[in-house]
Every structure is written in C-alpha cells, then in structure tokens.
C-alpha cells in the first residue's frame, strides 16, 4: 500500500476521466493487464477501494482511465492535483507479452482500451488495435494507439464510425490480410464481446488472452463477488478462480463460455 498524489485528474469526454498519480513504486513492476486498487482520498471510511486498470506508466507517472458511474468515481473525479489517495498495486496477473515473431491484435471494448496500451510497450512489432463501442461518444484514447505505431481500426453499433457492427467482426478479414503470419489476440472490454471473442478465437484456431478485469469488487480475493468458471488445472473439468487473485487474466480457451 502506497500513497499516490494526484498530477492530474482531466476530463476525456462522456464521462470518462484521465488521471496521472505520482507512484513510483507501482511503475516500476506495472506489466499490461495488472490493476491498481485506490482508497479514493474523503471516502476511505465510506466505501471499498476501488480496482482500476493501469492504462500506463511513464517514468515515476501511474495513468488510469475511468468514466464515472456511481458515488466513487464521481468523488475522484473532483480530486484536484496534490491530493494524496491510498494505492494498493500492481494487482493481479498481467498479460503475456507476444513473442519477438508474434503480432498483437488488440481487442477492446470501450475503455477497456485503457487495460490494453502497456502492450504497445513490450511488443516488438507494431500490431493492430481493434476497437468497438456503442457510438462514437465511447470510443476513447485510439489516437493514443496510433501515436505508438498501431493500426486502429473502429467499430460501433449504430455505425457513427468505422464499422457498424460488433467488432468481433473485424477478425474474419483481418486473419485473411494477414495469412501466413502468427498473431495473437488480447482482450478487454465488456462480458458479452469477450465471451464473444473467446468462442471466436477458438473456432479460428488463433492463441489469445482476455481481462475478465470489469467483474472485480474488493480487489483482494475477500469478497468472492468476482469468481468465475474456468478450465481445471488438469483440462479435464472446471474449476471456479477469483478474478483479482487468480486473474484478470485468462487464456480465452480456459474460460466457461456460457454467459
């Protein structure tokens, strides 16, 4: 548990709020995929902490992306610069890098492109950015993708941008231009896409991971509100595993698939 003092604490749009902490402790292990749990600062004695995905780090600079949805993250979105909150972190088991000869397609739905940018840091080759949401207004930080060298491409329901449809339906044409080469896939968003996405992944044959990171509550393996089904150690049977303990990170072919 480390105190964090708030750098900057900006509005992206729709809600969504972009918030830099001076942490350097927690930066310097912070892999892709891992979370931090932040006691928000007023509010420690009220409510839990609340689990966040590390979006990035930058030197002694912990970035978190976060839209506002209840009592908690509408209080850090009024913290100013230099208030202190309490942080636990890095949390959790992070992704697995793609291997030198591997390129990463990155799946995210709304902001679950925050939980995936780490991963423009640790691969070798430039890969693809994948992203859906609703409509334009939850589509977030793409630009940020395209700055480190990733090709972006969008999808949303009502066809405000990019394709209009689930971007799960992005995959078919993008395995056919890049026949003959390894990818592998990286998941976050909501529950229905990376369900969605894992039974994809499967039929097509194609390795990939996804961040079950959204169902998490205590954070610490107390509570039990983040189990889910996955594969038994010995890949015969099922098993339950806590999310934040055990996760937030699964192979996609190790996740019960049934919603």
């Known amino acids: 548990m480390l105190n964090g003092e708030i750098i900057s604490n900006d509005p992206l749009k729709s809600g969504y709020f972009f918030v830099r902490f001076h942490a350097p402790e927690i930066c310097a292990t912070a892999r892709a995929g891992q979370f931090v749990h932040v006691r928000i600062a007023g509010l420690g004695q009220y409510i839990l902490r609340r689990p966040f995905s590390i979006h990035s780090t930058d030197g002694d600079v ?5 839209k506002v949805v209840g009592n908690g993250t509408e209080q850090l979105s009024r913290l100013t610069p230099g208030t202190v909150c309490d942080l636990l972190g890095p949390v959790g088991n992070p992704y697995t890098p793609p291997a030198d000869d591997e390129i990463p397609v990155l799946v995210g739905g709304g902001y679950g492109s925050a939980a995936l940018y780490l991963l423009t840091r640790t691969s070798k080759q430039r890969g693809v950015l994948l992203l859906g949401a609703r409509s334009e207004a939850d589509l977030i930080l793409h630009d940020r993708y395209r700055d480190a060298g990733f090709d972006v491409r969008l999808a949303t329901n009502d066809g405000s941008v990019g394709y209009k449809g689930f971007v799960t339906a992005l995959i078919p044409p993008l395995l056919e231009e890049y026949a003959g ?8 968003g909501p529950r229905p896409m990376l369900l969605a996405l894992a039974r994809q992944l499967i039929e097509l044959g194609q390795p990939g991971e996804i961040s079950l990171d959204h169902l998490m509550c205590c954070g610490v393996g107390a509570c039990f509100a983040c189990v889910v089904k996955v594969r038994s150690d010995d890949g015969n049977g099922w ?7 055990d996760g937030p990170v699964f192979d996609a072919r190790d996740v019960w698939l049934e919603d």
């Open 239 to 245: 098993k339950y595993a806590r999310t934040c303990k």
């Open 181 to 188: 080469k390894k990818l592998r896939f990286y998941g976050c």
């Open 62 to 66: 912990l970035s978190v992306v976060y």
